[in-house]
C-alpha cells in the first residue's frame, strides 16, 4: 500500500519538486559563498597550512666574533681577531615529520568546515521546509474559507426561506474570524524562518523569501551501507582519523628530537707578525673546520611524551566510536521520523477523500432535505484539520530526509 503512494506522489510532484530544488539550490550556494564561519575556518586552515615551512626551518646559523682582552700568542704571531660561524642540523628525517604533523593537523581542521557546512545547509533546508509548510497552510485555509462562504450563502438561503436559523450564519461566521486570524499568525510566523535563512544567507534582514510548493523526498535506507559510509567519511570520524595521524607523527617527531644533533662549524682567527723574530709563515692566520654534535642524555621526557601520545590515539579512538554510535543513533531516529510521516501522509490523503465525498453528501442532503447543519460544520473542520495535517506530514518527511543527508550526504 506505501509502496503505491509513493509512486503516486512521486509522479504528481515531480515537476513541483524540480523547482523547488533549484530554488533551495540556489540558497545553500549563498551559504557557501557568504557564511563567516565558513570563510573563518577556511582562512585558518589557510594559516594552518603556512606552519609547515615554519617547523620545517633549521636552527639559526651561530656567529661570533672576539677581541681579546689580553692577546694570546701563539708561535706565529699574537690572535687578534677570532671569528667563528656554526650550524645544527636535526637528525635525519626530522624536519620532514615535523610538517606532516602540521599538514595532518590542517586537514583536521579542513574536516571541521564539511561538518559545519553540512549544519548550515541542513538549518536552512529546515527554515525552507517550515516556510513551505506555512505557504501550503495558508492555501489551504484560504480554500476553507471559500467554503464556509459556500456554506454561509447556503445558510442564508435557508433562513431566507424560513427553514433555517440565524445562529448558522453567525456559527460560519466566527469560524471564518478565525481562519482568518490563523492566516494572519502564519504570515508572521513566516518571519522567523526569513531570519534563520537571511542570517546564514547574509542577506538583507527584511529580505523575503518566496519559497515553491515542495513535494515528498523520497529516501532510500540501507542500514549496512550506511554503517560503512558513516565509519569512513563522517566529517567528524574522518577528523579524528588526521588528529591520529598528527599524534602519530608527533611521537615520530619525539624520536627524532631523542636522536643526537649534528653541527658543522668553522673559527678562524686573525693573528699578527711576530717582531721578535721571524719564524716560518710568520703571522700565519688560524682557520679550525669542526664537526659537532649534541646528545641528549635525558631521556625520561621523551619516554613520558611517548606514552602521552600513545594516550590520546586511544582517547581518539574512543571518541569515533562514540561518535559512530550516536550518528548511527540519530540515523535510525530519523529514519523511524521518516516512515511514521508517510504512513501519516497515506492516512491523511484516505480520510481527505473519503471526508470530501461524506462533504458533498451532506451539502446535497442540506439543500435538498434540510439536514444537519451541525454535521455539516463537523465534517468540514475535519477536512481542515486532516489537509493541514497532510501538509505538516509532507513537511516532517522532508525534515526528516534532511536531517538523513546531514549524517550521510557529504
Known sequence: MIGKFITCFVLCWLCIANAQGQLLDSLLKMVVENSPELKALQLEYEAELMKVDQVRTIPNT??????????????????????????????FGARKVKGDVVVSMSKAKYERISVIRLELFNKVELAYYALVDLKQKAGIISEILKQFEVLKQLALTKMEGGSGRMTNVLRVELKQDELKQQLKRIEASKQKYFAIINSL????????????????????????????????????????????????????????????????????????????????????????PKLMISIPLYRKGFKAKNIE??????????????????????????????????????????????????????????????????????????????????????????????????????
Open 201 to 288: 544567507t547574509l542577506a538583507p534582514w527584511a529580505t523575503t523569501i518566496d519559497v515553491d510548493d515542495v513535494g515528498v523526498e523520497l529516501f532510500e535506507f540501507n542500514l549496512k551501507e550506511s554503517r560503512k559510509k558513516i565509519s569512513e567519511h563522517y566529517p567528524l570520524i574522518t577528523m579524528i582519523d588526521r588528529q591520529i595521524a598528527a599524534s602519530r607523527n608527533k611521537q615520530l617527531v619525539n624520536r627524532k628530537m631523542g636522536a643526537p644533533m649534528i653541527g658543522v662549524g668553522l673559527d678562524y682567527s686573525i693573528v699578527g707578525e711576530r717582531t721578535d723574530m721571524i719564524p716560518e709563515y710568520n703571522g700565519r692566520d688560524i682557520l679550525i
Open 309 to 410: 601520545e600513545g594516550l590520546i590515539q586511544s582517547a581518539l579512538e574512543f571518541n569515533q566510536e562514540s561518535i559512530e554510535q550516536r550518528v548511527i543513533g540519530q540515523l535510525l531516529h530519523y529514519h523511524t521520523d521518516y516512515k511514521l510521516a508517510l504512513l501519516e501522509i497515506e492516512l491523511n490523503e484516505e480520510q481527505i477523500g473519503t471526508t470530501k465525498k461524506i462533504m458533498d453528501l451532506l451539502l446535497t442532503e442540506y439543500s435538498t432535505e434540510g439536514g444537519s447543519f451541525d454535521e455539516l460544520l463537523q465534517v468540514q473542520n475535519q477536512l481542515l484539520g486532516y489537509e493541514l495535517e497532510l501538509s505538516t506530514a509532507k513537511k516532517m518527511v522532508n525534515m526528516a530526509v534532511s536531517n538523513m543527508e546531514r549524517l550521510i550526504n557529504y
Open 62 to 91: 651561530q656567529f661570533g666574533i672576539g677581541i681579546p682582552a689580553l692577546r694570546p700568542e701563539t708561535r706565529l704571531g699574537p690572535q687578534l681577531i677570532m671569528v667563528s660561524a656554526s650550524q645544527m642540523f636535526p637528525w
